[in-house]
């Protein structure tokens, strides 16, 4: 071969190692921002998150036609998170919960217990067929358990079936700590109806609604979720509060965690059992019988009359 093309084979030789090298470092660089996105992912590989919330829901500040009018209840339970692959390969975290429910108004307790699962997709939040949620429809609703960590200030984020601004470097007073998070909100207005028990007799609300939810800010989870609502027509105004607070979570620091204590049933006074008065009203029939019966037979017996 002539000598000149020695120079121009080696170049291409140098060119040929430079574009492996840059594909190699490409590919890797790829690797290391897939793993930066997947590190924003809640249950990584095979692993299980367990998160444990209690829930505290009021009804309260009545005027007018509610004047007095009280509700309160709480639930507590168990969130399991598994992330897994579904039949087409999407990734997904399958989600369980566990929770129990005691509901307290108009002089009678609920208690219910119940188990629910759900799929949400990962890449999306949106959770797929039947959901956990009591409310929100399944298949567009979000899920308000994580939001990725790097979502910047300014942004709107889903939660739930609306769409939240995000905040971040916010501070959270947690127990015996401070964490710092990612504050998600909204407010908004609209209409209501009545609270159970006076739906047609106090007509539609007008409603101002905040919803606020703070998020773990190194690791996307939820920590504190609250909506604020204020109602009220011509004829009543009520105040209604639902609070989320996890209290028992892996992210979380120890000073920030507290106890987590099963919810009780209701007393059984409480579940609408009879009053006991007839039972003791009968009682003390029977023993004032029981007693003529016995001044009766010592009267015969010591020969007075009857």
Request: glycine share 8%; with cysteine.
């Amino acid at each position: 071969m002539p000598p000149l093309m020695l120079p121009a084979r080696g170049s291409n030789l140098r060119r040929r190692r430079l574009l492996v090298a840059l594909s190699i470092a490409a590919s890797a660089l790829g690797v290391l921002v897939g793993s930066a996105r997947a590190d924003e992912a809640p249950a990584l590989g095979d692993g299980v998150v367990t998160l444990r919330y209690e829930r505290q829901r009021t009804i309260s500040e009545g005027t007018g036609l509610l004047e007095g009018y009280a509700e309160a209840s709480i639930e507590r339970g168990t969130y399991t998170l598994e992330r897994r692959l579904g039949p087409d390969a999407t990734p997904l975290v399958e989600l369980d919960v566990v929770r129990a429910t005691r509901h307290q108004g108009a002089n009678a307790c609920r208690f219910a217990e119940e188990q629910r699962r759900a799929e949400v997709e990962l890449s999306t939040r949106i959770h797929r067929g039947a959901s956990e949620l009591d409310d929100a429809p399944g298949a567009g609703a979000s899920t308000w358990l994580w939001i990725p960590p790097s979502t910047p200030a300014g942004a709107s984020v889903r939660v739930l079936a609306g769409a939240l601004r995000v905040e971040r470097d916010v501070d959270l007073e947690v127990g015996n700590t401070t964490i710092s998070t990612i504050l998600a909100s909204r407010s908004e207005q609209g209409e209501r109806d009545a609270p159970p028990g006076f739906l047609g007799e106090a007509g539609r609300f007008r409603r101002e609604t905040s919803i606020e939810v703070w998020f773990d800010e190194a690791s996307g989870y939820v920590v504190r979720a609250e909506r604020w609502e204020i109602a009220e027509n011509e004829r009543a105004a009520f105040e209604e509060r639902d609070v989320y607070a996890i209290v028992d979570a892996p992210y979380l620091p120890a000073s920030a965690q507290s106890l987590w204590v099963p919810v009780a049933p209701c007393a059984s006074a409480e579940r609408g059992a009879p009053p006991r008065w007839p039972w003791l009203l009968g009682a003390c029939s029977i023993v004032l019988v029981a007693l003529g019966g016995l001044v009766a037979l010592r009267r015969r017996l010591t020969g007075a009359s009857p």
